[in-house]
Nanobody, 124 residues
């Protein structure tokens, strides 16, 4: 079992930055691909970014590309999401997730473990 705990969310003005962290415990996630998803009020959960453990390749939603950067520190068993140039439409609960696949996917149904989420609110 893998336990995931997100942190780093908060309130930020448009154009600002936040760095989310996802600390894993229970098992090393060095051989897990991991991702970030988000869910805005009244909307379905959507993919934001993911990273494959086999080669470190990263994937981004169109809305995140160029502004968000996903990274993974296996020594710290921690996943990060650096978010820059934040917009009000980025407001959501952000979840990290892990999957037992060498190559990350963008489908939330294919992830095995989830954190409880951290709220990100971007004011205009």
């Amino acid at each position: 079992q893998v336990q995931l705990v997100e942190s780093g969310g908060g309130l930020v003005q448009a154009g600002g930055s936040l760095r989310l962290s996802c600390a894993a415990s229970g098992r090393t996630v060095s051989t897990y691909s991991m991702g970030w998803f988000r869910q805005a009020p009244g909307k379905e959960r959507e993919f934001a970014a993911a990273i494959s453990w086999i080669n470190g390749r990263t994937y981004y939603a169109d809305s995140a590309a160029g502004r968000f950067t996903i990274s993974k520190d296996n020594a710290k068993n921690t996943l990060y999401l650096q978010m820059n140039s934040l917009k009000p439409e980025d407001t959501a609960v952000y979840y990290c997730a892990a999957q037992r696949r060498p190559t990350a996917t963008m489908n939330d149904h294919e992830y095995d473990y989830w954190g409880q989420g951290t709220q990100v609110t971007v004011s205009s």
